[in-house]
């Protein structure tokens, strides 16, 4: 069974930090795998925040470069996403989402990833 799932949401005051994990269970290709992290408000469009491609290469939304950090973990199957330097304006949910076989620059769009995950929360207090 194919499976994302991820965790390390939570509540954080402005400012602060929090990493978020994915962990990927059945993708025997997770390595030419595009994987990306989406976000969504209450109210607001769906944002790519932060995709990776098979080969490392890396897209943030212009809201969060030089604050969040993507990274990958080929042989745990684990996708992460380092937030810092949090604001207010961050508080969504998070998913992460993956598209096996998947060369070039990762898609920007959701619609473009076959999986995802159900999300995990963060909240970030002014």
């Known amino acids: 069974q194919l499976e994302l799932e991820e965790s390390g949401g939570g509540s954080v005051q402005a400012g602060g930090s929090l990493k978020l994990s994915c962990s990927a269970s059945g993708f025997s290709a997770y390595s030419r795998a595009c994987l990306a992290w989406f976000r969504q408000a209450p109210g607001k469009k769906r944002e790519g925040a932060a995709l990776i491609g098979a080969n490392g290469q890396t897209v943030y939304a212009d809201s969060v470069k030089g604050r969040f950090t993507v990274s990958r973990d080929n042989a745990k199957n684990i996708l992460y996403l380092q937030m810092d330097s949090l604001k207010p304006e961050d508080t969504a949910e998070y998913y992460c989402?993956?598209?096996?076989?998947?060369?070039?620059?990762?898609?920007?769009?959701?619609?473009?990833?076959?999986?995802r995950g159900r999300g995990t929360q963060v909240t970030v207090s002014s």
């Open positions: 989402a993956l598209e096996l076989e998947c060369a070039g620059w990762p898609p920007t769009e959701h619609w473009e990833y076959t999986y």
